[in-house]
C-alpha cells in the first residue's frame, strides 16, 4: 500500500474539482491526452539512456 503525502492528495481534490466542471466532449479529450501522455512515459521510460556526446 503506498501512502500519499498530504500535497498529493489536495492536487487530486483539485483536478477532481476541474473535471467536475468540464462538458463530457472535453473530459474524453483530457483523458485521451493523458493518457497518451502516460503511453509515452511508459515508452521512454523503458529506453536505455545512450550517453551524451560532449
Keep these: 500500500m503506498q501512502v500519499r503525502t498530504r ?9 477532481s474539482e476541474l473535471f467536475a466542471t468540464l462538458s463530457e466532449e472535453t ?4 483523458i485521451v491526452y493523458l ?7 511508459i515508452a521512454d521510460g523503458g529506453k536505455k539512456k545512450e550517453p551524451q556526446e560532449v
Design 7 to 15: 500535497r498529493e492528495i489536495d492536487e487530486g481534490k483539485r483536478i
Design 35 to 41: 493518457s497518451a501522455l502516460r503511453d509515452k512515459e
Design 27 to 30: 473530459k474524453t479529450m483530457a
